[in-house]
C-alpha cells in the first residue's frame, strides 16, 4: 500500500479536500522542508486514484524533487510532458504495477481480462493498460 510505504520512509502523508481550502483540480502535492517530507492527497479522489496519487509523489521523493509541480489529473496522463512528471509517472507505475508480477499474471497465469488485472492491482484501467503498453505486454 503506497500510503505505508511512504511512511515507513519516513514521508508525512496527509488528505486534503476542497472544503479545507485545497485546490479542487489538485490530486497531491510533494514538498520537503528542512529534511521533513510531506505528500498531500485529495480525499475526494477516488481510491485508485489516491493510490497513484501516493506512490507518484514518492516518485518525486526518491528522485530528490525538493518541491514538486502540484499535481492535477494532468500530470498523470500520458501528455505529461515535464520529465520530472514523466520520471513519477514510471516511477508510480512500477511501483504498483511490478513487470515481473504483471508478466507473470498475463503470461503465466493467462489473466487477460483489464478489468481483472486493474482490480488486482488496484490501479484504473487507463493506469493498467498503460502498464501493459509499457512493458510490451499490449
Known amino acids: 500500500e503506497p500510503k505505508a510505504i511512504a511512511k515507513a520512509m519516513g514521508?508525512?502523508?496527509r488528505p486534503t479536500n476542497p472544503f479545507d481550502g485545497s485546490n479542487v483540480n489538485e490530486s497531491g502535492h510533494y514538498m520537503n522542508r528542512n529534511g521533513r517530507p510531506l505528500i498531500t492527497y485529495n480525499s475526494l479522489d477516488v481510491p485508485v486514484r489516491q493510490r497513484f496519487t501516493i506512490a507518484h509523489e514518492i516518485g518525486h521523493h526518491v528522485h530528490g524533487d525538493v518541491d514538486a509541480p502540484r499535481d492535477?489529473?494532468?500530470?498523470?496522463s500520458a501528455r505529461a510532458r515535464d520529465p520530472r512528471e514523466?520520471?513519477?509517472n514510471r516511477f508510480a507505475a512500477a511501483l504498483l504495477m511490478p513487470a515481473a508480477l504483471v508478466k507473470h499474471l498475463?503470461?503465466?497465469?493467462r489473466v487477460t481480462d483489464l478489468v481483472k488485472l486493474a482490480k488486482t492491482f488496484g490501479v484504473s484501467t487507463a493506469a493498467m493498460?498503460?502498464?501493459l503498453k509499457a512493458i510490451g505486454l499490449l
Open 11 to 13: 514521508i508525512e502523508v
Open 72 to 76: 492535477t489529473s494532468e500530470q498523470f
Open 86 to 88: 514523466v520520471a513519477a
Open 106 to 109: 498475463v503470461l503465466e497465469q
Open 129 to 131: 493498460e498503460f502498464r
